[in-house]
């Protein structure tokens, strides 16, 4: 599809250099016969049917105008789709597309084009309700067709039913759901249809589609001709293959929809049993009585109702009429009267069969669990796809109504294209050159008008009692519009001989005359439909069927009131139709239609000549051309645009709206393209508007950056808030805690000073975290100051001493437990008068003499001791430890000195863990000597601790180390043996001593 050049015509009627009839059509064929089937009027869509595939359509093509504007792209039914779309989208405003146009001239085929446009741009997250309810809008249509479409001369796939649908879009724009509309069904085509015309083509789709099986089960045959219903139209099918494609679709529609089997099953019954009750006929028997000729057809009917058959008979044959009070009678049918029941009866089923079908898939369709609260409003895409204008040779009551539909809705075209947009340029004193056009009003008026309009004075014949003949009606009729100018018939005008006297009236309308036959019309706007029928159906074991009676639920002597007759219910509808639409943004398609013939690629000019008159096209031209496309309060297009200019953004301080307005537009320098209004400016042409409106798509992004940055920010701000109250909250609880946990040291501690404990008893209470490690260190700190305290009062002559049970406590502590810290530590006990009263002066002078020989400085330590030695040797003998040697003496030559180790070879001594006195010290090449300490006074006295300590003292005073081994079973090594020593309780022993066996030492101690 390339874009459009000069050779194509003007693809706007707008834009031809004059407004005159013959420019127009120029154009008009110009283009139609380039394949430029479709033309605007501003924004209104011109369209000739071309009759003939035209590649126009496709997912291709929808792309090329998706999110476009209407001028960019050639002009098409889905620019006109995609503008109904984005207004709605936009300003979040309802939107309809009215598609007229006379029968066949295109108006379903553009209906399905923008519903299949609409349902290819949305959804783009493919939800799947939406989804579901794009799939149900398409195939709805293939369902109604099947069951409102057939065959005439004008159209072979006429719609004998308006429809308007609408679509529900969420806030994003994506369909939730939809509903249809129908409006006066075509229903006397059931019983009978012009020369060349079938019935709907529901009915030949069962008879050429369905499988034999079920066919039989149906009781029918395959063959139209048989039914008196199709008889007429049984030459005019389709090709059997085709009839049965289409029979599929619409099953397989129906499945997609959500008929269940059982329910597409009652429709085929329902349509069954109207074939045969069609082909029911009265005869009168020999006794004067009316029966039915072929008894069979009942039995069918009864089967495939669901309905007993002997009621079946009874309905057919007589009615009951209630006689006052509670008094029920039944009356016979004369012939006449039991086919009329039986027509009647055939025709209301069919319309309530496609009435129920119409509601069952309005039920599917039903938006869905919406909540305006929650999910915004709903906006609205309307789509009008209404019959035609229509003139036959013998026009009817349908008839009548289809066209005045159409002229309702030209009505509303004039009051919304032509008339208001007048009008309200005077209103707004705006400079105006008034354009004529041709106001239907007077013809809407002739038909609805109350109490003489054609619908009143019909209504009025209808309800008289007695017999009111259609002839009566007609009479009626002249009296009261003998002067109308759009009225005429044989009576008021004899000459005129295309009129049958007495029987036809002649309505001007706005798209040409129309010669109504009032034959059946007092008959078809009443409707009448005996309530035997309703009850009979009512009481159906058929669900589906009995849904669509609800009214024979009513008791034959209840008292009703009269119903509505058709033409009231139909002018009803129409009004409340024409409502709807104009609270609607109206969107036009209008169809022409090329040629009588169905023919493509002819365009009969005289023909089209016609439409382009009575649809006022021109009209619209000449309005167009002198008026503007849009027009908008002033405070309603600052909102909208403030924000492309900064006098206005984000508040002007101008005097008005209106210079506010003045002064944005100076800038973006369209001022020439507008013109100032009372209340509301004009935009001449839609180029103007666009190019607004892309500046302010161009900064909406920016605003909501603005939007957003400001909110965040502020969401941020709340949390660094709550953030920080909380972080306040946490410091002074942790203020707290500690000062509490100060306050509580202080006092604990306050008498800690007092001696001699200096708080050694105090339990320190738990820290808060923050203070753990400063209470570690706190502790530590204690720890020194109360030693110090301690050690501070030691006299300095206790000092040796002390250090010395410190050095043995840090040597013993827990692996001796008896080492005795109690005892005063004496040291020099052989020097001691107490404990060696027999020779402590010889040791004095054995000590005396060591002092000069080796110049040792200090005694550490000496006692008497038992020894044993390798050779099992047992001696007593003395132990002596200067700071300088290890002496072992021997007390009983005066202390001579046996053997002397520098004291800087012991290595280590090891002891037992018990109360016993063994030591064996360990030197540096030397052997270990093993001795008990013994001879003390008190006996037995504890001085193990006391050598450890004196000497781990000492070794500590060098900085060097010493090894001290706590073991019940010491091994010692002598002249490079290895021997184990060990210590056995021995009360009776009076004195410790050794004991050799098998290479092992015992040492025998006196207590147990
Ligand atoms: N855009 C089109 N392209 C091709 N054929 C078309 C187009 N519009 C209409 N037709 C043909 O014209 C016939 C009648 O159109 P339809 O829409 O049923 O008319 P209307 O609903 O106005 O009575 C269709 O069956 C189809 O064959
Ligand atoms: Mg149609």
New binding site residues.
Partial sequence: MEDEGPECGKADFVLLDEVTMEHFMENLKLRFEKGR?YTYIGEVLV?V??????P??GPAAIARYQGRELYERPPH?YAVANAAYRAMKRRARDTCIV?S?????????????IMQYIAAVTNPSQRAEVERVKDVLLKSTCVLEAFG?ARTN??????RFGKYMDINFDFKGDPVGGHIHSYLLEKSRVLKQHVGERNFHAFYQVLRGCEDTELQKLHLQRNPALYSFTRQGAGLSASESEERSHYQAVMEAMQVIGFSAEETASVRRILAAILHLGNIEFVETEEGQLAVAEEELVDHVAELTATPREQVLRCLLARTVASGGREVIEKGHTAAEASYARDACAKAVYQRLFEWVVNRINSVMEPRGRDARRDGKDTVIGVL?I??FEVFPVNSFEQFCINYCNEKLQQLFIQLILKQEQEEYEREGIAWQSVDFFNNAIIVDLVEQPHRGILAVLDEACCSAGTITDRIFLQSLDTHHRHHPHYTSRQLCPTDKTMEFGRDFRIKHYAGDVTYSVLGFIDKNRDALFQDFKRLLYNSSDPALRAMWPEGQQDITEVTKRPLTAGTLFKNSMVALVDNLASKEPFYVR?L?PNQD?AAARLDEAHCRHQVAYLGLLENVRVRRAGFASRQPYPRFLLRYKMTCEYTWPNHLLGSDREAVAALLEQHGLQGDVAFGRSKLFIRSPRTLVALEQSRARLVPIIVLLLQKAWRGTLARWRCRRLRAAYTVMRCYRRHKVRAHLAELLLRFQDARRPPLFGRDLEWPPPPAALQSFQAACRALFCRWRARQLVKNIPPSDMAQIKAKVAAMGALQELRPDWGCRRAWLRDYLSSAADNPAASGLFAQRLKALRDKDGFGAVLFSCHVRKVNRFNKRRDRALLLTDRHLYKLEPARQYRVMRAVPLDLVTGLSVTSGRDQLVVLHAKGQDDLVVCLHRSRPPLDNRVGELVGVLAAHCQGEGRPLEVRVSDCIPLSQRGSRRLVSVEPRPEQPEPDFRCSRGAYALLWPSG
């Fill in positions: 089937i369209s049917n071309p009759y003939q595939a035209l126009l359509y039914l598609i146009g006379e029968s066949g001239a295109g108006k379903t085929e553009a209906s399905k084009h479409n004008r159209n072979h796939n006429s719609s796809d019959y035609g169809c239609k169905k």
